[in-house]
């Protein structure tokens, strides 16, 4: 059974900074990708931003300059660092892993959600 956590959302005024964290646990082989999504009300949910096991990083052309996506890989976590951050911004944010469990199943596992809320 693999599980992923995410921890760090909560509510800051617009410009501030939030750093999110996500954990993957469990029966885990081999981790290939961990991102982020998030999902406002009304909308579908987006990615924000990625990191593959090789380091390559991707962003939503909304959130570049201002986020920055890191991992521990001995950890098997993932953080996402939001600088600068907007009422736009604001959305339930979910993390995902894309990993080979034990059992040799590749699939893409998905977090609860944290909320972040950016309001005045």
């Known amino acids: 059974q693999v599980q992923v956590v995410e921890s760090g959302g909560g509510l800051v005024q617009p410009g501030g900074s939030l750093r999110l964290s996500c954990a993957a646990s469990?029966?885990?082989?081999?981790?290939?990708?961990m991102g982020w999504y998030r999902q406002a009300p009304g909308n579908e949910r987006e990615l924000v931003a990625e990191?593959?096991?090789?380091?390559?990083?991707d962003y939503a052309d909304s959130v570049k300059g201002r986020f920055t996506i890191s991992r521990d890989r001995a950890k098997n976590t993932v953080y996402l660092q939001m600088n600068s951050l907007k009422i736009e911004d604001t959305a339930v944010y979910y993390c995902?892993?894309?990993?080979?469990?034990?059992?040799?199943?590749?699939?893409?596992?998905w977090g609860q959600g944290t909320r972040v809320t950016v309001s005045s």
């Open positions: 995902t892993a894309d990993l080979t469990n034990t059992l040799g199943f590749r699939g893409n596992y």
């Open positions: 469990g029966s885990i082989f081999s981790i290939y990708a």
């Open positions: 990191i593959t096991s090789g380091g390559s990083t």
